[in-house]
């Protein structure tokens, strides 16, 4: 497609529910990375593949997090038993390159909220 | 380990007007300097980058930006804004690897 796609835009979850994040990144984009944007803070680093590699999970904040992209494109991240500090938009990039220095296009990101 | 600070969470400006968006950063080692902007319901937009070279880097839509090494800063500048420039702007840091450290974001409103 034309940029990164993430579905749901929106998600509410009541504390202790199990939510998917769904992204597609750019056609041909080898890097994926997700970043979690709490309310008033800049995106913080969670986790990053190279194809279906992930190569780097130290961003996230917890077991109950955990990512995917078994066939290298679409990636999905998962957050087990949700608590109201979940709360936050999950935003997700993709890249030809890892390298930051060429930029990466990121996707409009899904907001959660945790009731 | 690196940081970013931006001043100023929020920046009104009239129309037309200059604006000057601030960022220091804190890095033992040399690292890439970035400007994104998040318009409304959009995802991050890179608006311009220092890797090396001239330190006055320009980017799109008439933004500029320029590192100053002594002062850990990378300021970002637009000498006339538009209504259209209202969105938030977030500075980064990169040690060069896939990892960027941003700061915590400018929400710039321009006035009618």
């Known amino acids: 497609g034309a940029g990164v796609s993430q579905s749901p835009r929106y998600k509410v979850a009541k504390r202790g529910q199990d939510v998917a994040l769904r992204c597609d990144p750019i056609s041909g984009h080898v890097s994926l990375f997700w970043y979690q944007q709490a309310l008033g803070q800049g995106p913080e680093f969670l986790t990053y593949?190279?194809?279906?590699?992930?190569?780097?999970k130290s961003g996230l904040p917890s077991d109950r997090f955990f990512a995917e992209r078994p066939e290298g494109s679409v990636s999905t991240l998962k957050i087990q038993r949700t608590q109201q500090e979940d709360s936050a938009v999950y935003l997700c990039?993709?890249?030809?390159?890892?390298?930051?220095?060429?930029?990466?296009?990121f996707g409009s990101g899904t907001r959660l909220t945790v009731v | 380990a690196q940081s970013v600070t931006q001043l100023d969470s929020q920046v009104p400006v009239f129309e037309e007007a200059p604006v000057e968006l601030r960022c220091n950063y804190s890095?033992?080692?040399?690292?890439?300097l970035f400007w994104y902007v998040q318009y409304p319901n959009q995802g991050l937009q890179l608006l311009l980058k220092?890797?090396?070279?001239?330190?006055l880097v320009k980017g799109i839509n008439g933004f500029e930006a320029e590192f100053n090494k002594s002062q850990t800063s990378f300021h970002l500048r637009k000498p006339s804004v538009h209504i259209s420039d209202t969105a938030e702007y977030f500075c980064a840091v990169s040690p060069g690897t896939y990892k960027y450290i941003f700061g915590t974001g400018t929400r710039l409103k321009v006035l009618a």
């Open positions: 220092y890797l090396s070279g001239s330190t």
């Open positions: 890095s033992s080692v040399s690292v890439y």
């Open positions: 593949f190279q194809n279906e590699a992930q190569l780097d």
């Open positions: 990039a993709s890249s030809y390159n890892r390298d930051t220095n060429y930029g990466y296009t």
